[in-house]
């Protein structure tokens, strides 16, 4: 059965910036056609029947807390490792969810225009790897 679901859009002041961020957290490609200034950029996963990320200029930010976000599950490294890779490329956290002993929970980002992602525990971490 194809996915039905194409893309995943993402609004922006700038998508080229939002599109960059979302391509590191990631790993999907920005497609060949996408430049800076372009008022949509696609990353495009690079797996069959997975959905691609899509990134529209709008003319106004974001205002309230996102309805719908993406829990990220590092692929390499760690979580709190994914966090700082991820406030280094301009994230900011919101909510620190992670339990005392720092083995169970998640850290709430918001990625450079305040889009909401979780980055949970890693399949390592979870000894699902």
């Given at each position: 059965?194809?996915?039905?679901?194409?893309?995943?859009?993402?609004?922006?002041l700038?998508?080229?910036?939002?599109?960059?961020?979302?391509?590191?957290?990631?790993?999907?490609?920005?497609?060949?056609?996408?430049?800076?200034?372009?008022?949509?950029?696609?990353?495009?996963?690079?797996?069959?029947?997975?959905?691609?990320?899509?990134?529209?200029?709008?003319?106004?930010?974001?205002?309230?807390?996102?309805?719908?976000?993406?829990?990220?599950q590092?692929?390499?490294?760690t979580?709190?490792?994914?966090?700082?890779?991820?406030?280094?490329?301009?994230?900011?956290?919101?909510?620190?969810?992670?339990?005392?002993?720092?083995?169970?929970?998640?850290v709430?980002?918001?990625?450079?225009?305040?889009?909401?992602?979780?980055?949970?525990?890693?399949?390592?971490?979870?000894?699902?790897?």
């Open positions: 059965m194809l996915n039905p679901v194409r893309n995943i859009t993402f609004d922006a700038d998508p080229w910036k939002v599109a960059r961020f979302w391509s590191e957290v990631t790993g999907y490609a920005i497609a060949e056609d996408g430049v800076e200034g372009d008022e949509e950029i696609q990353l495009e996963p690079g797996q069959p029947g997975a959905p691609g990320l899509l990134f529209i200029r709008v003319p106004d930010g974001k205002k309230v807390k996102n309805r719908v976000h993406l829990d990220i590092p692929p390499t490294g979580r709190d490792e994914t966090v700082e890779r991820l406030v280094g490329l301009g994230a900011r956290v919101v909510d620190d969810r992670r339990d005392e002993d720092g083995v169970a929970g998640w709430v980002l918001a990625d450079p225009e305040g889009n909401e992602l979780c980055i949970e525990r890693s399949a390592a971490e979870r000894g699902i790897a």
